[in-house]
């Protein structure tokens, strides 16, 4: 089965803080993905690589940033927390087109 | 842009009955569309995948169907357990480009016994 490990289960960090949400895949994995889950809104995509040092924007990627040095791991990076970034934060790999997505078990982060 | 129109109130539904859950997108048919459940505190987990080209998937107790005229898919649990409660999520892929899916916001079930 593929695992997708994300670092923090629950993070809380102060506005204007720079935050890292580390995801770690074992499946071999070229696509791995980014997305936020907020009530009402539903999961949304912020950031995508289909190759090591590749990224591409997603939906909504105002405020984010991401870095893929490996295969196995694709960084979020919150340049600078604000409170409207608080929110489940789920990686997420597939092997291929048509093929189910693999995700973490998120990150909720709280920004106060 | 493509959207994705999930019923918005909880179904709650007592042990042994079906549950009906009810996904509707807006614009021109994806080549493929998925059904996740999510448990609280969770990531989504994959249940099942339906192509354009198949009008019904089943897995054990669970059956999707996918029409593409009406633009929907519907979601059954056949013989619904309490442990089947959870929100399920629809998503499908607008350009079939693999892993960027648009997702609905998900239908909670809660399954009484």
């Known amino acids: 089965d593929v695992k997708v490990t994300q670092s923090s289960r629950y993070l809380v960090k102060r506005t204007g803080e720079k935050v890292f949400l580390e995801c770690v895949q074992d499946m071999d994995h070229e696509n791995m993905f980014w997305y936020r889950q907020d009530p009402g809104l539903g999961l949304r995509l912020i950031y995508f690589?289909?190759?090591?040092?590749?990224?591409e924007k997603g939906d909504i990627p105002e405020g984010y940033s991401v870095s893929r040095e490996k295969k196995e791991r694709f960084s979020l990076i919150l340049e600078s927390a604000s409170t409207n970034q608080t929110s489940m934060y789920l990686c997420a790999t597939v092997r291929a087109n048509n093929s189910p997505l693999h995700f973490g078990n998120g990150t909720r982060l709280t920004v106060t | 842009s493509q959207k994705i129109e999930q019923n918005s109130e909880a179904l709650n539904i007592q042990e042994g009955k079906t549950a009906t859950l009810t996904c509707n997108y807006t614009n021109y048919s994806p080549a493929y569309l998925q059904w996740y459940r999510q448990d609280p505190g969770r990531g989504p987990v994959f249940l099942l995948l339906?192509?354009?080209?198949?009008k019904e998937k089943r897995k054990e107790r669970l059956k999707v169907t996918f029409d593409t005229t009406l633009k929907q898919s519907l979601f059954h649990i056949t013989a619904s357990q309490p442990a089947d409660s959870a929100t399920y999520l629809c998503?499908?892929?607008?350009?079939?480009?693999?892993?960027?899916?648009?997702f609905g916001q998900g239908t909670e079930l809660s399954v009484k016994p």
């Open positions: 339906i192509r354009e080209n198949e």
């Open positions: 690589s289909y190759d090591v040092k590749m990224k």
């Open positions: 998503a499908l892929d607008e350009h079939n480009q693999g892993g960027k899916l648009i």
